[in-house]
């Protein structure tokens, strides 16, 4: 069977002639596949650290841990945005202990080392104790992370220091990103709040959730059931559309649905208001970008996967997600909601409602969402009787539907790629 993207198919099996793509069951079980996957993946891809809106004002900060590093990031007192280590150069304690705040100052609880919001070390208990140098190459200042870059206020970090822009990183998934951005008038912001949970089971199986529209019917059918009950004749609108590969493994599903968007698809149980705020919503768009960006922004949505590990699920509302492993069969994952600035306290408790009914925790999806993955880890301990998943859905289509699997071979594609570069020291 021909194989690429790897000399030796140890992890995917990827043949359009013969109609199969395989993933091996190892890929989400093996402490080395792991270990190579820090290195190989989160060690280089741009990682979303957070939205411009989280530190809006000067001297706002909120601390993030991103593949294993604590970092801070903040808005420093001249307006920069800035991702420092949160290590003391001391001997290392947190410099910030808060999940966040505003503060022109952080100072180590430990002896007391006083670090300006720029990263300057400007106080030093019993500093004629020290050389008169000390500091004057600014190695005690806190160290900064190698990369920081943002994309229509859009965050992300890259620990390899000759990684290429993140601009041209993004490529393909911009025009999707611009699709959710462009919905806020005065822009957009992250609503307060942040819905963290852990689940049992591998990172990427999480990612392959995410985009997965194959799996709705049959592991949400209480909601799609409900839909039908509440939205009326929308309920025939259908789930059109269709799955793309957007290059560096990134990917989108685009389809239309049945549920009310509050940009901008009404449904009956919104009301008469309601569908005037719709329309009023609407009406700004097509004055803004035109009849048919003005449609596809307002009766889209989209689940897009920006390659490793941050979804935006821009459907009832929008979450963005991230997701980390702690361990191959352990991750954590963070939830943000975002939403355009100056909306209608209406539409905003509509958007908020959505956020927590179908992704939220306790939402009609998350928690099946959360028990298939960890069914499918726990159905990866008989890998030795089935070693290897199927990801076939689609594959000899010109145009997979939404329901295909396409955009998870793009994901598995771009990780094998980083996962077989051989490096210097192996
Ligand atoms: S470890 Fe921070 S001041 Fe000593
Ligand atoms: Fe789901």
Redesign the pocket.
């Known amino acids: 069977m021909a194989q690429n993207g790897s000399a030796n198919g140890q992890f995917i099996i990827d043949d359009k002639d013969a109609g199969v793509f395989k993933v091996s069951r190892r890929a989400f079980v093996d402490d080395g596949i792991l270990a190579a996957e820090k290195r190989k993946v989160f060690d280089r891809c741009w990682l979303y650290v957070g939205h411009e809106s989280e530190i809006a004002k000067n001297g706002d900060f909120v601390t993030r841990n991103i593949a294993e590093r604590n970092l801070i990031f903040n808005r420093d007192r001249s307006g920069q945005v800035n991702v420092f280590y949160n290590t003391?150069t001391?001997?290392?304690?947190f410099?910030c202990r808060e999940k966040e705040g505003n503060s022109r100052r952080f100072q180590?609880f430990?002896?007391?080392?006083v670090f300006s919001d720029a990263g300057d070390l400007i106080e030093v208990p019993g500093r004629d104790s020290y050389c008169d140098h000390f500091n004057s190459d600014g190695s005690a200042n806190l160290a900064r992370v190698e990369r920081m870059e943002s994309y229509r206020g859009l965050y992300f970090v890259n620990f390899d220091k000759n990684a290429g822009s993140l601009y041209d990183y993004l490529g393909g998934v911009r025009e999707y990103i611009d699709l959710v951005v462009d919905q806020g008038e005065a822009g957009m912001e992250i609503v307060g709040g942040t819905q963290q949970y852990a689940v049992d089971a591998n990172w990427k199986l999480m990612t392959e959730n995410s985009i997965d529209g194959y799996h709705a019917a049959t592991t949400h059918a209480t909601y799609m059931d409900y839909l039908a009950n509440t939205a009326g004749s929308l309920a025939a609108v259908g789930m059109g559309g269709g799955g793309r590969q957007l290059g560096n493994g990134h990917a989108v599903i685009e389809y239309s649905a049945p549920w009310g968007r509050p940009v901008a698809q009404w449904v009956p149980a919104w009301g008469e208001d309601g569908k005037k705020d719709i329309e009023g919503i609407k009406a700004v768009l097509t004055e803004k970008y035109g009849k048919e960006r003005a449609e596809r922004i307002a009766n889209m949505n989209r689940n897009i996967l920006v390659f490793p590990n941050l979804v935006i699920n821009d459907i009832m509302a929008i979450t963005f997600r991230t997701f980390f492993p702690q361990a191959p069969g352990k991750m954590h994952v963070n939830a943000w909601a975002l939403a355009p600035i100056g909306e209608s306290e209406a539409f905003r408790e509509r958007r908020l409602f959505n956020f927590l009914e179908f992704l939220g925790p306790g939402g009609f999806a998350t928690p099946d969402d959360v028990e298939a993955l960890e069914m499918c880890q726990r159905g990866y301990k008989n890998m030795e009787a089935v070693g290897w998943n199927d990801i076939s859905k689609g594959i000899q289509r010109d145009q997979p539907a939404t329901n295909d699997e396409l955009q998870m071979r793009a994901f598995w594609r771009q990780w094998n790629a980083l996962m077989t570069v051989q490096e210097a020291a192996e």
């Open positions: 003391c001391h001997r290392g304690a410099v180590c430990y002896h007391g080392w």
